[in-house]
């Protein structure tokens, strides 16, 4: 059923009781030409896009618990494309351009709200970082601006511009960026996959794979064995105990980073702001809650919760340079199982096992990625051949050098 | 006191008789009962609501004022603007959130249950305009057919744009209960720590039993209570313990508790959180309940409590029947309302029905009767009277109704009337002003989820009860699903002591306190079907078919349910609400309740203040600031400060007439450059190592050799990660045969500190190596230009041979100075003059800037600060922080030729890699403007000449600049493709940001002196 | 979380910094002994970036950088956090000490 105000209408007239399952409920065939594993906004956009611009159809998502239920239902929601090495420019404005007409493609309200993100800076060493990155930026197309003092004032005049331990000196602002409702990205991929005859099957966990001469042909899951063409990876977070199933070891460490969100206020906060001599970061809501966070817990966990000194890490962060929240009440605190890579930069590539596609090591950046890393990867597995736009997420790129490395921090994920 | 008056006080034995009806408002507490509770009669407190001045008692909840005071209208709903009133008596109250405070201090969404009265308090409601009675947004209460679960995500897609401009906007200002302060806050909070071998959280009868176990024992005991006093559900509903009213038991208990010198009591504390290795997380409310803290004193204290052992008794929770009008003022938990009558001598109404499905709801008619109160029908779906109350409902002559409430008559001042649809089918309508609800009691099993725990249903008591807890930590009483208060007793002493025991006490924990076994006999009932809004979710405006219609759209996991309908997401985490709603999607599904699940549990239990996070770090104190050991002398010299890491360092220091930053930085360099200056350079990390290994130990982490390095030597040594990356550089000085003086940059000084430990530690254990940090230890100074010899004999022990000859260009070693004190002198250069850096105990920093002032004088010697420092090192084309980005390698800087082939060390072999190597990387470079004019600017790119800026054509981009006062231009630094191969290419200089594009020259990035004779003069 | 230095007692994990998992290596060589450099450059491939990531009990490097600046190895649960050892590094401590004891 078409969503728009008037079928709204229409249904409100029934008492509501005319619609119907958004996704079906569907029990496993015994194959698929595809099966991508993980059903997060990753998984569900490759399925959508497999079947929406490559034709293919036969394909299924497997999530082992509910869809959404690993980063895509937890992470911070900002959308933005502000990065500055090749590789990743290119990319994440792709993804960005997806953003821009998703609720249109997709007949659902993701909420996808640019109302602009902004990086403070805070000393000369900083600005010119940030001038290198949106020079990048614009170079490639993108919006990106850099601010002064009197400008961020302008645009943020409840900063703590009277006596920061980190004088607010700029910011790298690109307009563009933004928020979206992350669950209803998930659900709006899954409906629209859904509606092009992709099965979303929920509570099937992959608990090995079925090969012929090393080659991929199905795997084995707690609903059956399912045989399929081929077989895709979209687990961030479980990354590595998926691949380890199929002998893959990779450049990737699970490790916990935690978010945050108060109790619903009025409009405070109008876009998306970053501390730059600090972990945090925050964005208000629609509904009111200001979401934040920072930085990594720092140590290998799957354990999806993490602990307080990186809670009130943040919380200093945000009373350093807002300390207008000092009596905003943090309201939940949660965790997700961040899939680090070695360089900081995702991979989305053919794995060494003939079959077998990676689509992994999204770090903390993975929600902004979701329509972006669907359309590639499902490029990737569609033709075997990358995305032009996602040539370099190469897994060989460590043991060649050409590591795509933003932070400059090295083989150390908890650091990127 | 004014606005105070004792008149018409709702009595004991005449509430009949009073007239009273929703206008009574105002009325000085006209439902206050004339004795009993645990208030203060003779300390009357005045405060404000909404504008209109009450009074209420010391020891009163906003609430229980608010109660007192006939008032049942407190609140708005989040979606719909329904009216709302006081629901609970606890901090999960879902309904009463009014602002508390005003300007700075206001706080939005404050639990009006949790509020301590005060004199002058003020607080107002939220949500609402223009009033609390006349809410323009109540509209919204007729579009509710359109208003649906998850509405939004079916519309407001067309046109695209007017998402941003016209829909998001009404959405987020019609979001969002009350408005936060919006200026700094100015109150303090403090973070400290606790350590305790058994950690007690809730004070009632199991907590109490508890602490009084463990403490017996020796063991260190940490008791903590939320509320304002011990007691918990004693303090509402009594009983009878070990042959003595519960009040007495409770006073003869917290007097045995606080004679423990092993014991401490923390009341006004909530615990609401469980981390890693038994650390518990708990809020003091220092000062709530006063207007504005004291002088000196915090607003609110943050505990971490390091516990080996914890027993939780956090009771349980009260939980709702979801049916049609369920949410109007005066519609209360049966349990709250035995609090307001027993605890604070307040009656909800003159007419109270009851509606209950259990025998505990029961001593609610209970209570109200034996305060005096009215109780206008018992409706039970069960169809009779529980023993315990058979006798009591008799004398009574008790209405006691077999069936369900259906429906709610009233208005936007509350309950008039409900409607009864007994067993029979039959339905009347019975007049009453308050509505005494109880669906049975949730064990507070929050805190036992919080390391991802998953709760077990019990059939018993239709609830769920703590299934694996964190470790270290014992669930007892409600909390564990043990309801009588025997029992509860029982439970917590046993867990009190067993913690003890686990902590090493087994010292007699005597006996427990004993109590009766009251039954608790329950028959769920989740919903009463009906015409009308049920809700499920009071803050959120969840309904009962905003639940079914989740169900129908596929969203059946019960994440996905809470995510869709925002069922449990408010501000009370659903305490009131998430097991209805779980109950309503198991029904609609088919399912069990326990098949259905629960969500995750998710700290804090109840929301705590940003600020008491922070703690003191905030503001200016956000991080320590390390200051440089000249900093006071630099400070009294009017140095402009700058940044650097936590470091404050000298950026340059100003004279009287200079009109900017550029002209000061300017003369320090040609000051330098032509006589001799001084900079404070003690930031840079300093590490000294010694040990018969020390040589072979720095060949390992160095790219080149030190092992070879000639006693009274210093060199230049850069430092690779694993990876093959430039990690640092520095110079390291060999001072003996064991030992070596080595530095690195002040920004890597932790980072290469702990990797240099790691080396030693882990990979090399058998060398025969220690490395201490020594930062902090010595102050260090950079002298510089050609005057420097003659202000350092006029500095040393004219003993000391300064010449050439006898300190040669990148010589090391200890000087005496004039007066005696021993310092290590090293002839190196960051400037490209003739320069030395000496070292001095740190704590002479500042009175060697002095000395050298002094001893400088007739050399016309001038500080300088990092700015010309970074000039004079640009000029001399000296990599620093921003070409040693963390991607570059030795040859992209142009030190490829360092690195040995004759060894093993850190980074060698992965520095090989084809991409590394390649020859097409981005190398430093020097780049100036054609323009002489023109401004250089880090961050803008290079572009090819004759090329269109583009990702195919971005090849490098400039990394540090300055004006250079020697050479009357601006000059700079860069990272271009091929770069050394393009020496004398004009290129575009390329920077859309500040809408600048013009030419420079490639060229070798030493501008200065290049054969180095200055240096080495 | 705390942590158990040998040392030092047990102490905030805000005291430590992490480095990561213990069991990768660092390979072993001596200048040209004639190893194929594609050989040596895959053992430090594996040796820096390829990780076992285990969901469960994992050995790793931690540093006891606000104390007594001895690297630890940790045998502690990436599932539930919970530490089972904390030992010191072979060469932590005053390293000839150290080095008797074992």
Same mark, same amino acid.
């Given at each position: 059923m078409k969503y728009s105000i008037f079928s709204l209408a229409k249904a409100a007239m029934s008492g509501h009781r005319g619609w119907t399952r958004a996704w079906r409920d569907p029990v496993p065939k015994d194959r698929y030409d595809v099966i991508i594993i993980g059903g997060g906004g990753h998984g569900l956009a490759t399925a959508y896009f497999l079947a929406k611009e490559y034709g293919i159809r036969n394909v299924a998502v497997l999530e082992k618990g509910w869809i959404g239920s690993g980063n895509a239902g937890r992470n911070t929601t900002i959308i933005r494309s502000n990065y500055m090495l090749p590789g990743n420019v290119g990319f994440y404005e792709l993804s960005m351009k997806l953003w821009e007409r998703m609720e249109q493609d997709l007949n659902y309200n993701t909420m996808v709200s640019q109302r602009g993100i902004i990086n403070l800076y805070h000393s000369d060493a900083q600005r010119d970082a940030f001038a290198r990155r949106g020079n990048s930026m614009r170079i490639n197309g993108i919006d990106a601006e850099l601010l002064d003092a009197e400008q961020i004032r302008k645009e943020l005049p409840f900063l703590n511009y009277s006596n920061p331990r980190f004088p607010i000196m700029g910011g790298l602002m690109q307009r563009r960026g933004g928020t979206a409702r992350h669950d209803a990205v998930v659900w709006g991929y899954a409906r629209a996959a859904n509606d092009l005859g992709v099965d979303i099957i929920q509570n099937c966990e992959v608990i090995g794979f079925q090969r012929t001469n090393g080659r991929i042909t199905g795997v084995e899951t707690t609903r059956g064995n399912i045989a399929a063409g081929k077989v895709g990876m979209a687990v961030a977070g479980s990354t590595s105990r998926v691949a380890a199933m199929a002998g893959l070891k990779l450049p990737i460490e699970s490790h916990v980073l935690q978010a945050f969100v108060s109790e619903a206020i009025k409009p405070l906060i109008p876009g998306v702001v970053t501390f730059g001599a600090g972990h945090f970061y925050v964005s208000q809501s629609d509904k009111g809650g200001l979401v934040f966070g920072g930085d990594l817990d720092g140590y290998n966990s799957y354990a999806q919760r993490g602990n307080m000194p990186v809670m009130e890490d943040v919380c200093e962060g945000g009373m350093a340079i807002m300390p207008m929240l000092g009596r905003v009440r943090l309201l939940r605190q949660w965790g997700g199982i961040m899939d680090m890579s070695m360089d900081g930069t995702p991979i989305i590539d053919r794995t060494p096992v003939e079959g077998l596609y990676l689509n992994a090591g999204w770090c903390y950046g993975g929600f902004k990625a979701t329509p972006g890393s669907g359309l590639v990867f499902a490029h990737l597995m569609a033709r075997d051949e990358p995305h032009p736009e996602a040539a370099l997420f190469r897994l060989d790129r460590f043991r060649r050098g050409a590591m795509i490395d933003e932070k400059g921090q090295g083989a150390q994920p908890n650091l990127h | 006191m004014s606005g105070y008056t004792e008149s018409q006080p709702f009595s004991r034995t005449s509430a009949k008789e009073e007239d009273a009806g929703p206008r009574a408002v105002g009325n000085a507490q006209s439902h206050r009962l004339r004795t009993g509770g645990l208030i203060d009669r003779k300390a009357p407190l005045r405060f404000t609501f909404d504008g209109q001045v009450m009074t209420g008692y010391a020891g009163d909840t906003l609430a229980s004022a608010l109660i007192a005071n006939g008032v049942k209208l407190v609140a708005r709903s989040f979606k719909y603007h329904r009216p709302r009133g006081i629901m609970t008596a606890g901090s999960e109250e879902p309904s009463a959130l009014v602002e508390m405070r005003s300007a700075a201090r206001r706080e939005p969404n404050t639990r009006a249950t949790t509020q301590e009265l005060y004199h002058g308090l003020v607080a107002s409601s939220q949500n609402s305009w223009p009033s609390l009675r006349r809410d323009f947004m109540a509209i919204n209460s007729l579009l509710s057919p359109i208003f649906v679960a998850g509405f939004y995500y079916k519309t407001f897609m067309w046109p695209a744009k007017f998402w941003e401009t016209l829909y998001e906007p009404l959405i987020r200002r019609a979001a969002g209960l009350g408005k936060s302060a919006g200026q700094p806050d100015p109150d303090h909070y403090d973070k400290v720590w606790a350590h305790c071998d058994v950690l007690v959280v809730g004070s009632g009868a199991a907590g109490l039993s508890a602490a009084l176990a463990a403490g017996r024992t020796g063991a260190r005991v940490i008791l903590v209570e939320e509320d304002t006093r011990l007691g918990g559900r004693l303090l509402s509903d009594g009983g009878e313990i070990d042959g003595m009213l519960a009040g007495e038991w409770l006073r003869e208990t917290s007097a045995e508790l606080e004679a423990m010198g092993n014991v401490r009591i923390m009341t006004r504390t909530a615990l609401f959180g469980v981390y890693d290795g038994g650390t518990y997380a708990a809020l003091e409310r220092v000062n709530d309940h006063v207007p504005v803290p004291g002088s000196h004193q915090v607003r609110q204290r943050l505990w971490r409590i390091v516990a080996k052992r914890s027993v939780v008794a956090a009771g349980a929770l009260e939980r709702p029947i979801v049916f049609p009008g369920n949410d109007r003022p005066g519609v209360m938990m049966a349990s709250a309302v035995r609090t307001y009558v027993n605890r604070f001598a307040a009656m909800p109404g003159r007419q109270i029905a009851l509606f209950t499905n259990n025998d505990d709801g029961w001593r609610t008619a209970e209570a109200i009767q034996d305060a005096g109160g009215s109780v206008a029908a018992v409706v039970d779906p069960r169809g009779q009277i529980p023993a315990a109350y058979q006798a009591m409902a008799k004398a009574s002559g008790l209405r006691m109704l077999?069936?369900?409430?259906s429906d709610i008559k009233g208005g936007v001042d509350g309950v008039r009337g409900i409607v009864v649809i007994g067993n029979d089918g039959r339905s009347q309508r019975i007049s009453a002003d308050c509505l005494a609800v109880s669906g049975g009691w949730n064990p507070n099993v929050g805190l036992s989820c919080f390391h991802r725990g998953r709760p077990v249903w019990h059939e018993d008591i239709a609830a769920f009860v703590p299934g694996d807890c964190p470790a270290g930590m014992t669930m007892a009483g409600a909390a564990k699903g043990e309801f009588s208060l025997g029992e509860c007793l029982r439970d917590g002493h046993a867990a009190g002591a067993a913690a003890a025991a686990d902590c090493g006490y087994h010292k007699n924990a005597g006996t427990s306190a004993q109590a009766g076994e009251e039954a608790y006999a329950i028959s769920p009932l989740w919903q009463v079907k009906g015409k009308g809004k049920a809700f499920v979710d009071f803050q959120h405006d969840v309904t009962a078919s905003d639940v079914t219609l989740a169900q129908r759209e596929g969203y059946e996991s019960v994440e996905h349910l809470k995510r869709y309908?925002?069922?449990?997401? *408010?501000t009370d985490q659903g305490k009131t609400s998430n097991i209805n709603g779980l109950a309503i999607m198991a029904a609609a599904s088919g399912r069990s309740i326990p098949e259905t699940g629960t969500t995750i549990y998710r700290p804090p239990y109840a929301p705590v203040a940003i600020g008491a996070f922070a703690g003191h770090n905030?503001?200016?104190?956000f991080h320590a600031w390390r200051l440089a050991p000249s900093h006071h002398w630099a400070a009294a010299r009017g140095a402009v400060f700058v940044d650097v890491g936590l470091w404050k360092r000298a950026q340059w220091y100003p004279q009287p007439a200079e009109k900017d930053w550029l002209q000061s930085v300017s003369r320090e360099v040609m000051a330098v450059r032509n006589g001799v200056g001084f900079c404070d350079v003690s930031t840079l990390g300093k590490v000294d190592v010694r040990g018969a290994d020390a040589g072979v130990f720095l060949d390992r982490v160095?790219?080149?050799?030190?092992?070879s390095l000639a006693i009274g030597k210093a060199r230049y040594g850069l430092m690779l990660r694993e990876d093959g990356i430039v990690m640092d550089d520095g110079t390291t000085s060999r001072l003996a045969e064991d030992h070596y003086f080595l530095t690195t940059t002040t920004a890597k000084a932790g980072v290469v500190m702990q990797h240099l430990e790691f080396c030693r530690q882990v990979l090399w254990p058998e060398l025969d190596v220690q490395l201490s940090s020594a930062t902090d230890q010595w102050a260090q100074f950079s002298i510089a230009g050609p005057k420097t010899r003659d202000l350092l004999q006029a500095l040393c022990?004219? *003993?000391?041979?300064?010449s050439n000859e006898g300190f040669p260009f990148m010589g090391a070693r200890e000087v005496k100075l004039r007066g005696g004190v021993t310092a290590r002198l090293f002839r190196i250069s960051f400037s490209g003059e003739m320069a030395f850096e000496i070292s001095v105990p740190a704590r002479y920093g500042n009175a060697m800037a002095e000395n050298l002032m002094i001893a400088g004088k007739p050399f016309s010697v001038t500080p300088y600060g990092t700015e010309a420092l970074s000039v004079m090192r640009i000029e001399k084309g000296h990599v620093a922080g921003p070409e040693l980005n963390g991607t570059t390698t030795a040859d992209d800087l142009g030190l490829g030729k360092m690195m040995s082939r004759k060894k093993d060390f850190i980074g060698r072999i992965m520095a090989g890699r084809e991409a590394l190597t390649a020859p097409d990387r981005q190398v430093v470079v020097g780049i100036k403007p054609i323009d002489v004019q023109r401004r250089l600017r880090s961050g803008a790119h290079v572009i090819p000449k004759e090329e269109l800026p583009g990702p195919d054509t971005d090849e490098g981009y400039v990394t540090s600049v300055c004006f250079s006062p020697t050479h009357n231009q601006w000059l700079g630094l860069g990272l271009v493709r091929r770069g050394r191969e393009r020496y004398g290419e004009v290129v575009r200089i390329h920077d859309p940001l500040r809408n600048e594009d013009y030419e420079a020259e490639i060229c070798s990035p030493v501008f200065y002196d290049p054969e180095g004779v200055r240096q080495r003069g | 979380m705390r942590i158990a230095c040998p040392y030092c007692g047990e102490r905030e994990v805000g005291e430590f910094s992490y480095l990561g998992d213990a069991s990768p290596k660092r390979p072993h060589y001596t200048i040209d002994d004639g190893t194929d450099p594609v050989v040596l450059e895959e053992a430090f491939n594996e040796y820096v970036y390829l990780r076992d990531n285990v969901a469960g009990t994992m050995r790793e490097y931690w540093y006891h950088g606000g104390g007594c600046r001895s690297w630890l190895i940790a045998e502690r649960s990436t599932l539930t956090h919970e530490f089972k050892s904390v030992q010191a590094a072979p060469g932590a401590g005053a390293a000839k000490v150290t080095l008797q004891g074992e």
């Open positions: - | 077999s069936g369900v409430v309908t925002t069922l449990g997401m *408010a905030r503001d200016e104190n160095y790219i080149n050799a030190f092992s022990d004219p *003993a000391e041979d300064l | -």
